[in-house]
C-alpha cells in the first residue's frame, strides 16, 4: 500500500474505530501539499440537525487551545516585533496577583508559577469575562516563576486580556484584523478562522449550520452518574454547536486568549506555514528562532506557546518528529505542528476533529495522534 493509501486508511478507521466523528487532515511538504482530505462526518447525535452528513474540506472546528498559538502567540510576535511588548516585560497590574515576578516570556512558556486549570464557569455568570480575570488574579500561584513548567489555561487568559490592552481593542477584532485579514480569512459571511462570541449561538447563519462541527452533548444521560459541572452550567443548551466548547471560555463570552477560535484546516495549515516562513506580518525569521528555542526550565518540552516533542516519544507526535518539531494540540481534537528540519524538507501535519462528540470522555485520540505522525511522515 503507498503511504497516501496508509494514511487514508488510518484515518477511515479511526472513523470506524469511534476516534472521532469524522476529521479533515492536511500534510504538506516543503511548499508541496500531499495531503487533503475530509473523513467521516460532521456529527452522529440526533441533536445534531445536520447528523450523518459528510465532513468536507472546508468543515469547521472548534480549535480548543490551538488558539493559544494561532491567536495569543502570534499576537505576542507582533506585538514585540512593532516594540509594543517585550519579552521580559513584567506582568502589569492588575494580573500580576496571580504570578507575582512573572514576564511575558514566562506566561508563553508557562512557567510563571501559575496552576493548569481552575473551573471558574462554576463560580462566574455567563458572560462576564472580568470577573473570570478577577478569579485568576484571586488564585494562589503554584510556584515561582520558572521553578517548573505548568501547562496553564490561566497564563494565556491573562495574555489575552495583555494583548487587548496593547492593541487598544478587543481580542477577536484585532486576531481578524492583524492576521486573518492579512491572511485572506476575514470573510464575514463565510469566515473560515476567527472567534465566535456565544451571544451568536442561537443565530447560527444557515451557511454556517452544515459547516461547523458540533462538540460536546449536553445531556445527562449521556454521562452517567456523573452529571459534570459543565451541564449545569450550560442548563438548556442541547449541545456546543458554534458556541466554544470550553467552558471558561463560553462564560468569557467566547473570546479568550487559551481558548475560542474556530477554523477550518486550511486556514489553520496556511497560518502554521506563515510560522514556517515567517511570513505572518511583522515576524521576521530571528524573532520566529527565538520563539521555537526551547524552553530552559527543567523537564519543559516548551518554546515561546509552541510545544516541542517529547523526548521519550510519549506525546502527540510519538518518535515521528525531529526534535525540533514545533506544534500544539487542542482538546476538541486538534492539532498543528511544523517539522521545520525534517529529512527532504519541511513537514507540517494538521488534523482538526470534533473527538468530544458526543461526549469529552472519549480519550481514544491520546494513542491515534502519534500514529497519525508517523503514517504522515511517510508522505
Known amino acids: 500500500m503507498d503511504p497516501h493509501a496508509r494514511l487514508f486508511a488510518l484515518l477511515e478507521d479511526a472513523v470506524l474505530q469511534g476516534v472521532f466523528p469524522g476529521c479533515v487532515a492536511i500534510v504538506s511538504r516543503g511548499d508541496a501539499v500531499v495531503y487533503h482530505e475530509a473523513h467521516g462526518t460532521l456529527g452522529e447525535h440526533p441533536a445534531f440537525v445536520a447528523a450523518g452528513e459528510p465532513a468536507s474540506r472546508d468543515t469547521i472546528y472548534d480549535l480548543a487551545s490551538l488558539t493559544k498559538v494561532l491567536c495569543s502567540t502570534s499576537l505576542a510576535a507582533i506585538a514585540i516585533g512593532e516594540r509594543k511588548l517585550a519579552l521580559d516585560d513584567e506582568v502589569p497590574s492588575p494580573w500580576i496577583r496571580a504570578c507575582p515576578g512573572a514576564t511575558l516570556g514566562d506566561l508563553l512558556e508557562h512557567c510563571g508559577g501559575l496552576v493548569a486549570h481552575r473551573e471558574y464557569f462554576t463560580e462566574v455568570l455567563p458572560y462576564d469575562r472580568n470577573a473570570v480575570l478577577e478569579k485568576v488574579c484571586g488564585t494562589p500561584r503554584a510556584c515561582a516563576p520558572r521553578e517548573r513548567a505548568i501547562y496553564s489555561d490561566l497564563g494565556f487568559m491573562i495574555v489575552g486580556a495583555w494583548l487587548e490592552r496593547a492593541f487598544d481593542g478587543e481580542l477577536d477584532r484585532i486576531f481578524a484584523d492583524r492576521i486573518a485579514y492579512a491572511l485572506g480569512f476575514d470573510d464575514d459571511r463565510l ?3 476567527g472567534f465566535r462570541r456565544v451571544f451568536a449561538e442561537t443565530m447560527l447563519p444557515s451557511a454556517l449550520e452544515r459547516r461547523i462541527a458540533p462538540t460536546e452533548v449536553y445531556d445527562a444521560a449521556l454521562h452517567g452518574d456523573a452529571s459534570p459541572s459543565h451541564l449545569r452550567v450550560r442548563s438548556g443548551v442541547p449541545l456546543a454547536h458554534g458556541a466554544v466548547h470550553d467552558d471558561n471560555a463560553w462564560v468569557m463570552g467566547g473570546v479568550a486568549g487559551h481558548a475560542g477560535l474556530f477554523g477550518d484546516a486550511w486556514a489553520v495549515h496556511e497560518l502554521v506555514r506563515a510560522w514556517q516562513h515567517a511570513t505572518l506580518p511583522g515576524l521576521d525569521a530571528k524573532l520566529r528562532d527565538r520563539f521555537w528555542q526551547p ?3 527543567e523537564g519543559s518540552t516548551r518554546g515561546l506557546g509552541f510545544d516541542g516533542p517529547s523526548p521519550d516519544g510519549s506525546g ?4 515521528a518528529l525531529g526534535p525540533r518539531a514545533v506544534g500544539h494540540t487542542g482538546y476538541t481534537g486538534t492539532s498543528a505542528w511544523i517539522d521545520p528540519h525534517a529529512q527532504g524538507g519541511a513537514r507540517t501535519f494538521v488534523l482538526l ?7 469529552r470522555t472519549n480519550e481514544a485520540i491520546k494513542a491515534f495522534r502519534p500514529a497519525f505522525h508517523r503514517a504522515a511522515m511517510a508522505l
Open 295 to 297: 524552553s530552559t526550565v
Open 191 to 193: 469566515p473560515r478562522l
Open 353 to 359: 476533529s470534533n473527538r468530544v462528540h458526543p461526549v
Open 316 to 319: 502527540a507526535t510519538g518518535d
